[in-house]
Nanobody
Framework: QVQLVESGGGLVQPGGSLRLSCAVSGSISSISAMGWYRQAPGKQREMVAGITSVDTTNYSDSVKGRFTISRDNTWNTIYLQMNSLKPEDTAVYYC??????????WGKGTLVTVSS
C-alpha cells in the first residue's frame, strides 16, 4: 500500500507561482513512476507531468516550459513547480503513484485557483 498526501495549493494571481508537494508513505520501493494530474470543474482529469525512477520526465503541451516535476532521492516526496500560472490552470491537482505491479494509487488532491 502507498499513501499520498498533496499540499501547497491555494489562490494565486495570473503570472504567479506555486509549488505543490506530494508526501509519499508506505511501500515506496514498489513505485516505478509518479505523476501529477489535474481536474478542472466540468472537465475530465488530465495528466500534467510525470517522472520515472530514472528521472525521465514528460509534460502535457499545455504546461511544458512552465511547470517542472521533481523528486527527492527516493520517492518520499515529489514536487510540481508551477510558474507563469494562467486562469486555465485552475483545477484540483492530484498526485499518482504507479507501482511495478497492481493498481495505481491516488491522493485526495489540492486545489489551485488562479485568479485576480
Amino acid at each position: 500500500q502507498v499513501q499520498l498526501v498533496e499540499s501547497g495549493g491555494g489562490l494565486v494571481q495570473p503570472g504567479g507561482s506555486l509549488r505543490l508537494s506530494c508526501a509519499v508513505s508506505g511501500s515506496i520501493s514498489s513505485i516505478s513512476a509518479m505523476g501529477w494530474y489535474r481536474q478542472a470543474p466540468g472537465k475530465q482529469r488530465e495528466m500534467v507531468a510525470g517522472i520515472t525512477s530514472v528521472d525521465t520526465t514528460n509534460y502535457s503541451d499545455s504546461v511544458k516550459g512552465r511547470f517542472t516535476i521533481s523528486r527527492d532521492n527516493t520517492w518520499n516526496t515529489i514536487y510540481l513547480q508551477m510558474n507563469s500560472l494562467k486562469p486555465e490552470d485552475t483545477a484540483v491537482y492530484y498526485c499518482k503513484a504507479i507501482p511495478y505491479y497492481g493498481m495505481d494509487y491516488w491522493g485526495k488532491g489540492t486545489l489551485v485557483t488562479v485568479s485576480s
